[in-house]
């Protein structure tokens, strides 16, 4: 079946060990540069977009971060291969990164519009199962990526019983001729905080 008919496919190694280890060797210090500016108060009004967050609201055993530049790099890189993969145009929308830790959950959910087309790329630490409605069971190893209709196919986990496991997701929008929705998640261009988003409410 194709991707038309099933709304999601797995790519293995589309990343490389080497560019693995070392994203998720810089996630780790960013995270643990972050509790260190957090807890010692050098941030007095609170965390920081930039340095992420313990918490994000929808997963709160994780250090998540919005659109690290690192991971931007990946979105960007990643465009041609989603677009040869599902045979379309793409627009290169956002990164969102969590290094998730012991009892972490992700419960059942679909994306926001600028999710329409979505990825989960292991990037690194213990094998974590990703599920896809109604109850397809996938396993990604470092390198792997599974891409799906985000704001279609309701996706979760199940509580994290490892210790660490880290997974970049990489969103896009279909290219159409009109009616396209804003660039880069509303932003200027990639990299940027969620605070440059010209639409506040997307």
Not at 3 to 29: A, G, H, M, P, W
Not at 82 to 94: A, D, F, G, H, T
Not at 147 to 166: D, L, M, N, S
Request: with cysteine.
């Amino acid at each position: 079946m194709s991707f038309k008919d099933k709304k999601y496919t797995v790519i293995r190694n589309i990343i490389s060990k080497e560019i693995c280890e070392f994203v998720s060797d810089y996630l780790r210090l960013k995270r643990n540069v972050a509790r260190t500016l957090y807890s010692r108060k050098w941030f007095p009004n609170g965390p920081v977009e930039e340095w992420g967050v313990f918490g994000d609201g929808q997963v709160e055993k994780a250090w998540s971060i919005y659109s690290d530049v690192t991971t931007e790099i990946l979105l960007d890189r990643c465009t041609s291969v989603m677009e040869n993969e599902l045979k379309l145009k793409l627009i290169p929308n956002y990164s969102y990164t969590r290094v998730y830790t012991k009892g972490a959950e992700l419960t059942p959910h679909t994306d926001r519009k600028a999710c329409e087309f979505s990825t989960t790329v292991n990037l690194g630490g213990e094998l974590w199962p990703i599920y896809l409605f109604p109850d397809i069971k996938i396993e990604l190893n470092p390198g792997d990526m599974l891409i799906y209709k985000g704001t279609e196919v309701a996706h979760w986990r199940k509580p994290f019983e490892g210790r660490e496991c880290i997974q970049t997701f990489l969103h896009y929008n279909e290219y159409r001729k009109e009616g396209n929705p804003p660039y880069y998640d509303s932003r200027p261009h990639l990299g940027l905080p969620s605070y440059t988003k010209a639409d506040k409410d997307n």
